[in-house]
């Protein structure tokens, strides 16, 4: 069974059990997923999925972050509940230490030495790391493992 197939399957379960948040959270999720469907003409793996929601979290992060500086708590919060859903179907992260040392294996392999390699680092760690840690964890990492 796909991630998008248990996706569908947890929007129906919400429904049926009238959880609202829910139910709205992974409906967005599943209009994103079409969105992407019909723009692309393509059928989502399951690696694509998790870019989707990836970039789904990364923005109700941004969007929570607003409205907590305009003072907006009730908006914060239901962004906030949706990364929450959202993160049940994402791979696990890597804590601090499992990063730093997978980056410096990559360090290591690339040969970097100085900040002008972070570009190195980071295009060998996005692609070994892909959705293990987000590219702002990664980033800041190889920043401070270089410096």
Request: net charge neutral; charged share 35%.
């Amino acid at each position: 069974m796909s991630l998008k197939d248990i996706i569908n399957q947890d929007l129906k379960e919400a429904m049926k059990a009238k959880d609202n948040k829910k139910r709205d959270a992974l409906r967005l999720l599943t209009s994103a997923f079409k969105q992407i469907e019909v723009d692309e003409r393509k059928e989502l793996s399951d690696a694509d999925v998790i870019k989707i929601i990836q970039s789904q979290v990364k923005r109700r992060d941004d969007s929570a972050t607003q409205y907590k500086a305009a003072g907006r708590e009730d908006l914060m919060q239901i962004e906030l509940d949706e990364i929450e859903y959202y993160k049940t179907y994402l791979p696990a992260q890597l804590s601090d230490e499992e990063l730093s040392s997978a980056l410096k294996e990559i360090i290591s392999k690339v040969g970097a030495v100085t900040m002008k390699d972070i570009g190195k680092v980071m295009g060998a760690a996005s692609k070994e790391l892909s959705g293990k840690a987000d590219g702002k964890r990664i980033n800041e990492c190889a920043k401070a493992l270089l410096t």
